[in-house]
Nanobody, 119 residues
Framework: QVQLVESGGGLVQAGGSLRLSCAAS????????MHWYRQAPGKQRELIAT???????NYADSVKGRFTISRDNAKNTMYLQMNSLKPEDTAVYYC?????????????WGQGTQVTVSS
């Protein structure tokens, strides 16, 4: 099992910044990719950023150039630095970890953290 705990959400004005954290514990050795997702009210959950175990990253067009995903392996923690925030970034943000097991892939989710951007 893997446990994920997000933190760092809150209320910020448009143009401001926040940094989200996702602390992982448990059987983390076989995690090969981690993601940040978000879900706004009335909308589907959206994949916004990905980081592999090798450090490769990828971003959704909606956040590219404003958000940065990173990980600190020593602290077993993934981050999402969010700059130039917009009201449309308001959502619950979730971290996700994917383990590669002998029988396939296993997904794990955090509980989510609310980000609210005021105009």
């Amino acid at each position: 099992q893997v446990q994920l705990v997000e933190s760092g959400g809150g209320l910020v004005q448009a143009g401001g910044s926040l940094r989200l954290s996702c602390a992982a514990s448990g059987n983390i050795f076989s995690i090969y990719v981690m993601h940040w997702y978000r879900q706004a009210p009335g909308k589907q959950r959206e994949l916004i950023a990905t980081i592999t175990s090798g450090g490769s990253t990828n971003y959704a067009d909606s956040v590219k150039g404003r958000f940065t995903i990173s990980r600190d392996n020593a602290k077993n923690t993934m981050y999402l630095q969010m700059n130039s925030l917009k009201p449309e970034d308001t959502a619950v943000y979730y971290c996700n970890a994917v383990r590669l097991l002998a029988l396939g892939l296993q997904n794990y989710w955090g509980q989510g953290t609310q980000v609210t951007v005021s105009s």
